[in-house]
């Protein structure tokens, strides 16, 4: 069974780089068409999609957070990580990593296999 923690500050200052990362278990994040999503919402809102990271290593990212979005992996800790600049307050939301097999941009929770926790992250000075 493959499970997906999510770990990383709850509080970070306006104008900082948000970093969490996300740790696989029960499975690899290289297999074949897996696709590694992060995927936030904020309080009162719906789920976003962030972007993705393939098995291949390939990336892909909501074209309205792209410019302050990266996310990287490190496949010897089995990991894959979040970065987002530049956060202000709008970016205060429970942050979750999941996974499917194909790629897709949706933010359904129905349409994936596995899902972390998820973490509150707040942005505030």
């Known amino acids: 069974q493959v499970q997906l923690q999510e770990s990383g500050p709850g509080l970070v200052k306006p104008s900082q780089t948000l970093s969490l990362t996300c740790t696989v278990s029960g499975g690899s994040i290289t297999t074949n068409y897996a696709y590694w999503t992060w995927i936030r919402q904020p309080p009162g809102k719906g789920l976003e999609w962030m972007g993705a990271i393939a098995y291949s290593g390939n990336t892909y990212y909501n074209s309205s957070l792209k410019s302050r979005t990266s996310i990287s992996r490190d496949t010897s800790k089995n990991q894959f990580t979040l970065q987002l600049s530049s956060v202000t307050p709008e970016d205060t939301a429970v942050y979750y990593c999941?996974?499917?097999?194909?790629?897709?941009?949706?933010?359904?929770?129905?349409?994936?296999?596995?899902w972390g926790q998820g973490t509150q992250v707040t942005v505030s000075s």
């Open positions: 999941a996974s499917r097999k194909y790629y897709s941009n949706t933010a359904n929770r129905d349409d994936y296999d596995y």
